[in-house]
């Protein structure tokens, strides 16, 4: 079965960091794009970031961009996303989703910004 | 604020067809794919319309999507009790380079 799990959500301060990570399963993860969307609490879907198969092609939405890096080792089947300079707007539930079509989704990890 | 615009809610009776907006630019829905989302309470989304009007396996032909110029819509028939969910609208933006959603719909099946 194809899947995707993620990880490392939690609870973290402002200004504070943290790294999620997408466990890919059951298809080989470097002949797909990947892109991360999160969702506050209440709210609707927002995309964060996509990466190209091999990282050539990255791409960040304008709220995380400087703050966050997206990478991804195709050799693990892993694909991650180290979040620095947190603030309370960016808790939510973070997903990982495979190509542009968002076709296959994780069940998502929670992020909490607070103090 | 999204640049994809849905409207917030709308709601059906069993059986009827419910159709959903999505109004957005030529940067997006007017150059490429339109997807459609569903969410049910608690869920991760599911993909539930590809390419505008596509598909996935699994995904019944009572859902339908459609686009025309700089908007797309999504149209539900025989609606049913466990159609009850949250629906997003998506299409990559070209003058921004990344992915928009719409704000979504929430469905409520009286």
């Known amino acids: 079965e194809e899947q995707l799990v993620e990880s490392g959500g939690g609870l973290v301060q402002p200004g504070g960091s943290l790294r999620l990570s997408c466990t890919a399963s059951g298809f080989t993860l470097s002949s797909y794009t990947m892109n991360w969307v999160r969702q506050a609490p209440g709210k609707g879907l927002e995309w964060v970031s996509y990466i190209s198969s091999w990282s050539s092609v990255i791409y960040y939405a304008d709220s995380v961009k400087g703050r966050i890096i997206v990478s991804r080792d195709n050799a693990k089947n892993l694909l991650s996303l180290q979040m620095s300079s947190l603030s309370p707007e960016d808790t939510g539930i973070y997903y990982c989703?495979?190509?542009?079509?968002?076709?296959?989704w994780g069940q998502g990890t929670l992020v909490t910004v607070s103090s | 604020q999204s640049v994809l615009t849905q409207p917030p809610s709308t709601s059906g009776t069993p059986g009827q067809t419910v159709t959903i907006s999505c109004s957005g630019s030529?940067?997006?829905?007017?150059?490429?794919?339109v997807f459609w989302y569903q969410q049910l309470p608690g869920a991760a989304p599911k993909l539930l319309i590809y390419?505008?009007?596509q598909r996935p396996s699994g995904v019944p032909d009572r859902f339908s999507g459609s686009r025309s110029g700089t908007s797309a819509s999504l149209a539900i028939s025989g609606l049913r009790s466990e159609d009850e969910a949250d629906y997003y609208c998506s299409a990559w933006d070209d003058s921004v380079s990344g992915l928009l959603f719409g704000g979504g719909t929430k469905l409520t099946v009286l």
């Open positions: 390419r505008n009007h």
């Open positions: 989703a495979r190509e542009t079509t968002l076709e296959l």
């Open positions: 030529p940067s997006n829905i007017g150059t490429n794919n």
